[in-house]
């Protein structure tokens, strides 16, 4: 059962144009969501987050929005760069518990061409 | 600044032997978890820890160990490597602070069971 979902395996930007990334959940529980960048041969590094107080998060080129009542949030990165090339994962967690577990996404890979 | 450091970079062990991925983290975190990736999916979680002394399966616990003695480190041990078990491995930790926060992962692990 993928709580989270991101059903784009790839996707594929010219330099300066907008990159819009899609991620679904499931769980109405979930109400804190992060976006990763993960480069090959590294780990993930952390990007931009959202709690579900919001709809919407801004920093710099990177704005992410969620759509609650959909469970559907968004990526959006502008203007894209080569450097933006690498895998984007979604990734929720939920309050409650004694934990913070993150659910991850598939993940998508995005090639920004020159 | 040294945050998550994992060892080995990479192995490969032969069916039916075993060994321990090693994890320390510097940040304090009290969070610790372990994560594998497979090849087009996402990160699924293995174990984590919410302390020295605590810890708990995650989605894929099968085949793996762990133990908590120390804040700073989080050992995941394979006893009786299986072919399945080929993947990439992660460890991550994270604070409490705040409530919602991101984790912060380690350069991976790539294991190969032959």
């Known amino acids: 059962d993928q709580q989270v979902k991101q059903n784009s395996p790839s996707l594929s930007v010219q330099e300066g144009r907008i990159s819009i990334l899609n991620c679904d959940y499931t769980?109405?529980?979930?109400?804190?969501f992060l976006w990763y960048k993960k480069y090959p041969a590294e780990g993930p590094t952390f990007l931009i987050s959202?709690?579900?107080?919001?709809d919407k998060n801004e920093d710099g080129r990177f704005t992410v929005f969620l759509n609650k009542s959909a469970k559907h949030l968004s990526l959006h990165i502008v203007p894209s760069q080569p450097g933006d090339s690498a895998v984007y994962f979604c990734?929720?967690?939920?309050?409650?518990?004694?934990?913070?577990?993150?659910?991850f996404g598939t993940g998508t890979l995005l090639a920004v061409q020159p | 600044n040294a945050g998550v450091t994992q060892t080995p970079k990479f192995r490969i062990l032969k069916i039916g032997q075993s060994m321990t991925l090693q994890c320390t983290q510097d940040m304090n975190h009290n969070y610790m978890y372990w994560y594998r990736q497979d090849p087009g999916m996402g990160l699924k979680l293995i174990y984590y820890s919410v302390g020295a002394g605590i810890t708990d399966k995650g989605e894929v616990p099968n085949g793996y160990n762990v133990s908590r003695s120390t804040t700073e480190d989080f050992p995941l041990r394979l006893e009786l490597a299986a072919p399945s078990q080929t993947s990439v491995y992660f460890c991550?930790?994270?604070?409490?602070?705040?409530?919602?926060?991101?984790?912060?992962f380690g350069q991976g692990t790539r294991l190969t069971v032959v």
């Open positions: 990734a929720a967690s939920a309050r409650g518990g004694a934990t913070n577990k993150l659910i």
């Open positions: 769980n109405s529980m979930f109400d804190y």
């Open positions: 991550a930790s994270s604070t409490v602070q705040g409530r919602n926060t991101e984790a912060f």
């Open positions: 959202i709690s579900s107080i919001k």
